[in-house]
C-alpha cells in the first residue's frame, strides 16, 4: 500500500450506491486537496463490466458529475492488500466483506456512515428497487460519508 490513502467503496451491485460513494469522494478530496486512490466494486455478481444504473448516473449528474464511464466489478481478496480502507454502504455488504476479508488483512473495513457523529451503525438505504428520490437520498448519504472520511485521512496525514 502506498503513502497515499487508498479507498474502496462497496455495495451489492456496483451499480447505484458505490459509485455514488466513489464520484462524492473523488469530488471531496479534490476540493480539500487531498490525494487519493479511489475505486468501487460489488459483493454480487449480476451486473458485472456494466456500467452504474441511469438513475445513479442522474442523480451524479444533476451534481456536476460523470459517472457512466466505469464498469462494475466484484470486490476480490486482493482488495485486502490494495487498499487502506474498505467501505461498506450497507450492514450486509458490511457483513459480506468480513467473510471475504483474508485472515491477514490489511485494509481497515468500516461501515460508510461510522464515519460520521451521529450517524453510527446506519446503512445507506438500497435505491434499487425504491422512486428516484432514493437515489437523492443515497447520494445525499454518500457525500456526509465522503466528507467525513476526507476529513480523517487529511487530519491524518498531517500528523505523518
Ligand atoms: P447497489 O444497488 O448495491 O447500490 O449497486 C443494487 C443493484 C442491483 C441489485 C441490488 C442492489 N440487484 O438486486 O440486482
New binding site residues.
Given amino acids: 500500500m502506498s503513502e497515499i490513502p487508498a479507498v474502496l467503496f462497496v455495495?451489492?451491485?456496483?451499480?447505484?450506491?458505490?459509485?455514488l460513494a466513489e464520484a462524492a469522494f473523488r469530488a471531496a478530496a479534490k476540493r480539500e486537496g487531498l490525494e487519493v486512490h479511489v475505486e468501487s466494486a460489488?459483493l454480487?455478481h449480476?451486473?458485472l463490466g456494466y456500467p452504474p444504473?441511469p438513475r445513479?448516473q442522474a442523480v451524479a449528474r444533476r451534481n456536476g458529475i460523470e459517472i457512466g464511464g466505469r464498469k462494475?466489478r466484484l470486490v476480490t481478496p486482493d482488495d485486502f492488500d490494495r487498499f487502506n480502507h474498505i467501505i461498506g454502504?450497507d450492514a450486509e455488504?458490511l457483513a459480506g466483506l468480513r467473510r471475504l476479508a483474508p485472515p491477514d488483512a490489511r485494509a481497515e473495513v468500516s461501515l460508510l456512515l461510522d464515519h460520521v457523529p451521529g450517524r453510527e451503525g446506519q446503512s445507506v438505504t438500497?435505491?434499487?428497487?425504491e422512486e428516484d428520490s432514493a437515489f437523492d437520498d443515497?447520494w445525499r448519504d454518500a457525500c456526509e460519508g465522503a466528507d467525513a472520511l476526507v476529513a480523517r485521512l487529511k487530519a491524518e496525514a498531517s500528523v505523518r
Fill in positions: 455495495c451489492l451491485g456496483n451499480i447505484c450506491r458505490s459509485p460489488g454480487g449480476w451486473h444504473d445513479a462494475a454502504l455488504n438500497d435505491p434499487y428497487y443515497a
